[in-house]
């Protein structure tokens, strides 16, 4: 979101009209603890599929993000 923001304010400043920001979920995590949660799959507009990760294999598939995340706004 940080690089919409930049971008609609340099287009604030240029006097151009700001993009529309797209922000689509693919999944919904409930973390409950280090090593279990669940994990619900969404189609783009949110509304739930019938895929469902849970225990271990959530609780790895969270960390893997997150972590993924932060090595990304580092480097």
Same mark, same amino acid.
């Given at each position: 979101? *940080?690089? #919409?923001? /930049? /971008?609609?304010?340099?287009?604030?400043?240029? *006097?151009?009209?700001?993009?529309?920001?797209?922000?689509?979920?693919?999944?919904?995590? !409930?973390?409950? /603890?280090?090593? @279990? /949660?669940?994990?619900?799959?969404?189609?783009?507009? @949110? #509304?739930?599929? @019938?895929?469902?990760?849970?225990?271990?294999? #959530?609780?790895?598939?969270?960390?893997? !993000?997150?972590? *993924?995340?932060?090595?990304?706004?580092?480097?």
């Amino acid at each position: 979101m *940080g690089v #919409s923001v /930049g /971008g609609a304010v340099a287009d604030l400043l240029t *006097g151009r009209d700001p993009r529309k920001a797209r922000f689509r979920y693919v999944w919904q995590n !409930i973390s409950l /603890g280090r090593h @279990d /949660g669940v994990t619900q799959f969404t189609r783009q507009d @949110d #509304s739930p599929l @019938d895929t469902v990760m849970t225990g271990r294999a #959530s609780a790895t598939f969270k960390e893997t !993000i997150t972590r *993924g995340t932060v090595w990304a706004m580092r480097f």
